[in-house]
């Protein structure tokens, strides 16, 4: 399944949001790693052409862990499948409220596409915020 394309077929294409172009089969994730927000340039995203500056953060975590991972398709392998919270950039230093609202339904379905996800990591405050207010509407 094509996450991207997935998403905007239940919830409709907008320039400004940024969604994982990536083919995955959701059966085989396990566990979700959700990041604060895209980068300004989608290529630098996780699974973007660039995407290694992006996994910089990530990837010490796991080889500090005792993983051999180098590549997000690494990190897809074991089963953990990343993403971000907020799907447009940010245009200052904070991440305006009304981006949070817009992108929370797009993430809420992405969440939604993982039936065997047993662990979601937040990497920031606003991943927390989001996911959370998910778990509450889901409860």
């Known amino acids: ?17 940024h ?14 790693m959700v990041n604060e927000i895209v980068p300004d340039d989608p290529t630098q995203d996780f699974y973007g052409t660039s995407g290694e500056q992006y996994l910089s953060p990530p990837l010490p975590l796991f080889q500090k862990a005792g993983l051999p991972v180098e590549t997000v398709d690494d990190i897809l392998s074991m089963g953990i499948y990343l993403t971000n919270a907020v ?3 940010k245009d200052g230093y904070t991440v305006e409220k009304a981006s949070m609202e817009e992108s929370l339904p797009y ?23 989001m996911v959370n207010q998910i778990a509450r509407k889901t409860a």
């Open 1 to 17: 399944m094509n996450i991207k394309q997935t998403l905007e077929a239940q919830l409709g294409s907008q320039p400004h949001i």
């Open 19 to 32: 969604l994982n172009d990536v083919e995955i089969d959701p059966a085989g994730i396990r566990a979700i």
């Open 87 to 89: 799907k447009m950039p």
């Open 107 to 129: 993430l809420e379905q992405e969440l939604a596409l993982f039936p065997n996800v047993q662990v979601i990591m937040l990497m920031g405050d606003v991943a927390k915020k």
